[in-house]
Every structure is written in C-alpha cells, then in structure tokens.
C-alpha cells in the first residue's frame, strides 16, 4: 500500500456523461501525476502538478479532459462528455518524497467504463 | 521508434531459474530508470530504480544500465510463481516525465 487513494475505484458511465475521479495523496509528496492506462499497453501520461501548479500537460489530454489540484493538496481528473474510447484504467502517482525525489508511487487506479 | 521498448512476451521461465527482461529507451538525456511489477487488474508497483551506469541488487532482482547502449534490464534470480506478472520498463526522460513502455508478460511454469 502506498498510501495514495483514489475514488471511485470503478465507474461505469453512458457515453456522454461527464465523470470526475479523485486522488488523495501523501501529504509530503509535492508531485502529482496523471496517467491513463488501457489493455496491454503501459501508463501513458497526462498531466503532473508540482504542489498546486499544472506544470505539463499531454497531448492526449483534451479539451474535455480537465485536472485540478487545489491548495496542492487532493487532486481531481474531470472527463466532460465521455467517449467510449476514454474507457480505460486512470492513475494517479505521487513523486517528491525526500530522498526519492524521481520514483513514482501508484494509487490503485479508477477503472472506467463507457458504455 | 518507440521511446521505451520492451518485448511485449509472454517470457516463460521455470520456478527456480532466472528470469532477465529487458529494455531500451531513445532519448539520451534520460537520468532515471524503474522497474514497475503489475498484477493483473492491478495498479503498478516500483521494484527497481537506478540512476547510474552497473548494477544494483535488492534481494532478487538486479536492475542494470548502460547508457551508453540506452540499455536496462531487470533479472530476478530463484523465480518464484508469485514473480508472474507484467514487468513495465519506465524512463525519466529529459521532458520532467516518465515514460513508460508497454511491459513484458512474466510467467513462471512450476
């Protein structure tokens, strides 16, 4: 357990709907990421925040895809008007500890599904 | 070219044996490397990470790099069922960003 948690661990949705997932981390970890992950493939990135800045964002991320991470605390990952190609699992990752400031720490991912 | 590759497998070793996966990466400037195990259905789990050229050891599992080759690879000595598992390759390119490659299938046969 690396105590990163996110909910809701699973989300079924119709296409169209607009869904939202949460990241809670480990308060001393200032770097937080996004990834998406689908069948067969490796986490591929999304965006990351240092402390409460969205520092980057990926090309695969959209303009219905939406990330916040308030007072660098909880991070939320927003999907408006879900496709069934956005079905897949969604990471979060913390990085930052001290003394280990490149390795990244998963949460157990939302699995979403879009029918 | 891919920026991280990894033969996707499935790579069959019998219990006992040692298993040795492998992985080369593009961008020159990377600095760090990671070996993430991932259960099936399961979120990915950091095993291994090395910032310098040779080896490290931790229990079973010897991570090695060669830059100049753009070169990693992870062996796991005395392979147990337990160690069957998607092993994915990361890289923490120049970019600030990990990437990933898409894992080779481990299967250890008893």
């Known amino acids: 357990d690396t105590g990163v948690s996110q909910d809701p661990r699973h989300k079924i949705t119709k296409r169209g709907q607009n869904v939202t997932f949460r990241c809670d981390p480990i308060s001393e970890h200032n770097r937080l990421y996004w990834y998406r992950q689908t069948l067969g493939q490796g986490p591929e990135f999304l965006t990351y925040f240092q402390n409460e800045a969205q520092l980057e964002k990926s090309r695969l991320l959209s303009d219905r895809f939406s990330a916040e991470r308030p007072k660098g605390s909880f991070s939320t990952l927003e999907i408006q008007r879900t496709e069934q190609g956005d079905s897949a699992m969604y990471l979060c990752?913390?990085?930052?500890?001290?003394?280990?400031?490149?390795?990244?720490?998963f949460g157990p991912g939302t699995r979403l599904t879009v029918l | 070219q891919k920026e991280v590759e990894q033969n996707s497998g499935p790579l069959s070793v019998p219990e006992g044996a040692i298993a040795s996966l492998n992985c080369t990466y593009s961008?020159?400037?990377?600095?760090?490397f990671f070996w993430y195990r991932q259960y099936s259905g399961k979120s990915p789990e950091l095993i291994m990470f090395i910032y310098s050229n040779g080896d490290k050891e931790d229990g079973r599992f010897t991570a090695q790099l060669n830059k100049a080759s753009q070169y990693v690879s992870l062996l796991i000595r005395d392979s147990q069922p337990s160690d069957s598992a998607t092993y994915l390759c990361?890289?923490?390119?120049?970019?600030?960003?990990?990437?990933f490659g898409s894992g080779t299938r481990l299967s250890i046969r008893p």
């Open positions: 990361a890289v923490y390119s120049s970019a600030s960003k990990i990437i």
């Open positions: 961008d020159r400037g990377s600095q760090s």
């Open positions: 990752a913390q990085a930052g500890r001290e003394g280990s400031y490149n390795e990244q720490f």
